[in-house]
């Protein structure tokens, strides 16, 4: 008795081969394509051909007259317009104190000393205060930050 399976396996086989046949012959067939872009060395060569020489002197005695490392180390007008900073704001930083720490997961603490907020303030993990931001708060510690400072205030333990 044979199955009735074995009259599809002949033609799915014959079909199967002539298929790898086909793709075998696409495949070799098959033109390549080169994306890579053209080399620069060309491009390079013709920029340095037409460099004009004067420019050329200009630009290095730039270079050698705004170099930090120099031997005479004087500082050049153009240096100095650089290196000026910004006069101080004359804002003093707060001085914060951490007073407690309540609840449970999610936490809160007491804060003095938060610039435009009276003394005692209860502060939440992500709020901003008086342009202080609260970063995280742990149930001995918070994380208060600012423009340029962070702030890591603990709870002082005090022995039983």
């Known amino acids: 008795m044979k199955p009735a399976t074995s009259k599809l396996e002949i033609?799915?086989?014959?079909?199967?081969?002539?298929?790898?046949?086909?793709?075998a012959q696409r495949w070799r067939?098959?033109?390549v394509i080169d994306v890579s872009p053209?080399?620069?060395i060309g491009v390079v060569a013709?920029?340095?051909?037409?460099?004009?020489?004067?420019?050329?002197?200009?630009?290095?005695?730039?270079?050698?007259?705004?170099?930090l490392f120099r031997l005479d180390r004087s500082t050049t007008p153009?240096?100095?317009?650089v290196v000026r900073l910004p006069a101080a704001s004359g804002?003093?930083?707060?001085?914060?104190?951490?007073?407690a720490i309540v609840g449970g997961p999610p936490w809160q603490a007491?804060?003095?000393?938060?610039?435009?907020?009276?003394?005692?303030?209860?502060?939440?993990?992500?709020?901003?205060?008086?342009?202080l931001r609260?970063?995280?708060?742990?149930?001995d510690t918070v994380i208060v930050h600012d423009t340029d400072t962070t702030w890591r205030l603990t709870m002082k333990r005090g022995r039983p």
């Open 11 to 23: 033609p799915l086989a014959t079909l199967s081969f002539f298929l790898l046949g086909l793709a």
């Open 29 to 31: 067939a098959a033109v």
């Open 38 to 40: 053209p080399p620069m």
């Open 46 to 67: 013709e920029a340095r051909a037409s460099a004009d020489r004067d420019s050329l002197d200009a630009e290095s005695d730039l270079v050698v007259r705004s170099d």
């Open 78 to 81: 153009r240096l100095d317009t």
């Open 91 to 99: 804002v003093p930083r707060p001085a914060l104190s951490l007073r």
């Open 110 to 131: 007491v804060l003095d000393g938060l610039p435009g907020q009276p003394a005692g303030t209860v502060v939440v993990s992500g709020g901003d205060y008086g342009g």
């Open 134 to 139: 609260v970063g995280a708060i742990t149930r």
